[in-house]
């Protein structure tokens, strides 16, 4: 079936380093990827959603010019958290709609990050 | 915001069955709902789908009132593994529509 594919899976990195995160559809194209933030024993927010061919659009409270996401083609899209802090020290989570599937979305497992 | 509550917890004996219940009181004609669940450090899992009326797939079974406020996932025989976050949502069909996570209900199978 439709996977997505997330990588990396986990990343440690020192505060001020810049870190890119890859959200790939391994088996459909997708036009329109999402990215959603989880904090330890909290549920997935929304932080924006990813364009082919266009900017992000951003969920309110999310700093564009922090999280950049480019949508490069029809199965990768690309967080990259621009000098992280510890605070941005979150489980990452991509997912994408596969129009020929009756699952609304399918997730990718996460990319846990740590800022030192 | 999310347009669905849940219970915050529930504990379940393995093999007996889980039903998770949701209120989604102000969805709309065209909205479905929907059931994710979420284990421990991994993405959530797609479970069901439903629109009114009852749904039965290999995973669960989707209940869904007359008036469609309300829903409740049935897990037939719970298992330790079915140990998770379960997500409640209400969505429209067209593809690009966002999904909104609510709290969930962290379901827990006692052995």
């Known amino acids: 079936g439709a996977v997505v594919s997330q990588h990396p899976s986990r990343v440690i990195c020192k505060s001020g380093t810049s870190v890119k995160i890859e959200c790939r559809s391994l088996?459909?194209?997708?036009?329109?990827m999402f990215w959603y933030r989880q904090f330890p024993k909290q549920s997935l927010m929304l932080m924006a959603t990813s364009n082919e061919g266009s900017k992000a659009t951003y969920e309110q409270g999310v700093e564009k010019d922090k999280f950049l996401i480019n949508h490069a083609s029809l199965t990768l899209s690309t967080l990259t958290v621009t000098s992280a802090h510890p605070e941005d020290s979150s489980f990452y989570i991509c997912?994408?709609?596969?129009?020929?599937?009756?699952?609304?979305?399918?997730f990718g497992d996460g990319t846990r990050l740590s800022i030192l | 915001d999310a347009k669905t509550t849940q219970p915050t917890s529930m504990d379940c004996a393995e093999g007996r069955a889980a039903n998770l219940p949701c209120n989604h009181s102000t969805i709309s004609g065209n909205e479905y709902v929907y059931w994710y669940r979420q284990i421990h450090s991994q993405g959530p899992q797609y479970i069901i789908h439903g629109l009114k009326n009852n749904e039965t797939n290999e995973m669960a079974s989707l209940i869904i009132t007359e008036d469609r406020k309300s829903s409740t996932l049935i897990l037939p025989h719970a298992t330790l593994r079915d140990t998770a976050v379960y997500y409640c949502?209400?969505?429209?069909?067209?593809?690009?529509?966002?999904?909104?996570f609510g709290k969930g209900t962290r379901l827990h199978i006692l052995p």
């Open positions: 088996d459909f194209q997708a036009t329109t």
């Open positions: 949502i209400v969505r429209g069909m067209n593809r690009d529509d966002k999904i909104i």
């Open positions: 997912s994408a709609p596969d129009g020929h599937s009756n699952q609304p979305q399918h």
